[in-house]
């Protein structure tokens, strides 16, 4: 069945660091879109960051992380990577990874995607 699993959440202090995993499971043999979300209580999902499974190419963020997150994928062990680095407290969320239709367009819009992971928290605090 496939799958996504997100891990390498929990709290750090302002301006601290985190990498989240994504580790999926049969999405890697095709070309298609993988993202990371986040949802803040009360709040919409909304795109943080997102690379073709393929890697190699492009990758998209959004504004209020750009220069301080990367997204990263390792095709051979199926595995999509969250760097955050200098985190502030409007970085806490649930974060999810997700993946795309197979060669859609690549993009931040949550409805683009079609399969979720569960989530992991990161929680920054001052």
């Known amino acids: 069945q496939v799958q996504l699993v997100e891990s390498g959440g929990g709290s750090v202090q302002v301006g601290g660091s985190l990498t989240l995993s994504c580790a999926a499971s049969?999405?890697?043999?095709?070309?298609?879109?993988m993202g990371w979300f986040r949802q803040a209580p009360g709040k919409e999902r909304v795109g943080v960051a997102a690379?073709?499974?393929?890697?190699?190419?492009?990758?998209y963020y959004a504004d209020s992380v750009k220069g301080r997150f990367t997204i990263s994928i390792d095709s051979a062990k199926n595995m999509v990577y969250l760097q955050m680095h200098s985190l502030k407290p409007e970085d806490s969320a649930m974060y999810y990874c997700?993946?795309?239709?197979?060669?859609?367009?690549?993009?931040?819009?949550?409805?683009?995607?079609?399969?979720w992971g569960q989530g992991t928290q990161v929680t920054v605090s001052s």
């Open positions: 997700a993946a795309g239709y197979a060669l859609a367009a690549c993009t931040l819009s949550p409805g683009s995607f079609r399969t």
């Open positions: 049969g999405y890697m043999d095709s070309r298609r879109c």
């Open positions: 690379i073709w499974s393929s890697g190699g190419g492009s990758t």
